[in-house]
């Protein structure tokens, strides 16, 4: 295996070995319980995050680990393209060796030029977790974004992929859903503040009861772009603020468009996963 001059043979270590969850600091267990509680009557729990932390996808690890119960199956949606699908399901059929890995990070969702957080270490250490959970537990992993090729963008690409999961929901009657995007997208609000006529998709999916929250680090780093260029996408820190760490949990839709926030006190950039085999 030849790693990128991008990265360096450290950051191969990382993503073919095992999940390093115990690195990553997790919120108390009071958190998780008071969350999971009062989601317990929403069919659908949507997470929202800003994309490239090391965070959000350990937490959404160990939401799925406790929402998958022996009972009732549970629908883990991504925001991968849908094209990512048939390779998902074949690494979670899998033994999870390093050859498996390489094979899954080879796709070229994992290889592109653009890397806008969603195809980090971190990332992939979801996927393999989720991997794991499916030895033991019913559960189904969507990746219910539009394809990379699809040119959609906006209101529809959010339509499109309220669609997929919508499908997905209609198609096991008795699944509840954990659905992890960028914290637009799931919004339930009925418009954007730019524009009255815009949906997003947790919006398209408010007839399965969502209930949606929105998790974001008040200090640290994430791997984020903040254009269309390739150049503009690298760790950034976050901008110093007087926010205060804490998981709040309301009935209605607050002011950013979800139903909670949930305050870390410190996020961390999660590079991209990518690498060259050779």
Known sequence: MLISNRWPALLATLVLSAPCWSETPLPDESAFAELLSRVEPHRVLLVGEIHGTAQTPAIVASLASRMAVAERPLI?????????QRP???FLASAGTTDDRKKLLADPFWQRDYQDGRSSVAMFELVESLRVLD???????LAFDVPQDAGLGGA???????ETITAALEATPKARALILAGNFHTRIQASAPW????????HYLTGFDPYSIEIIGIA???WICTGNEVDSC??????SNTLEAGLELGDEINERGHHGIWRIPVSEQSPPARYSAG
Do not use: N, W, Y
């Not at 883990?76 to 990512?84: K, M, N, S, V």
């Open 76 to 84: 883990i949606g991504l925001e991968l393209p849908a094209t990512l």
């Open 156 to 162: 529809v690409r959010d339509q499109r992929m309220a």
């Open 195 to 202: 524009d009255e006529k815009h949906r997003f998709m947790g």
């Open 234 to 239: 690298k760790a950034r820190e976050t901008p």
């Open 135 to 141: 030895l033991k537990r019913d559960i189904q992993v």
């Open 220 to 222: 640290g780093s994430a």
């Open 88 to 90: 998902l399901q074949q």
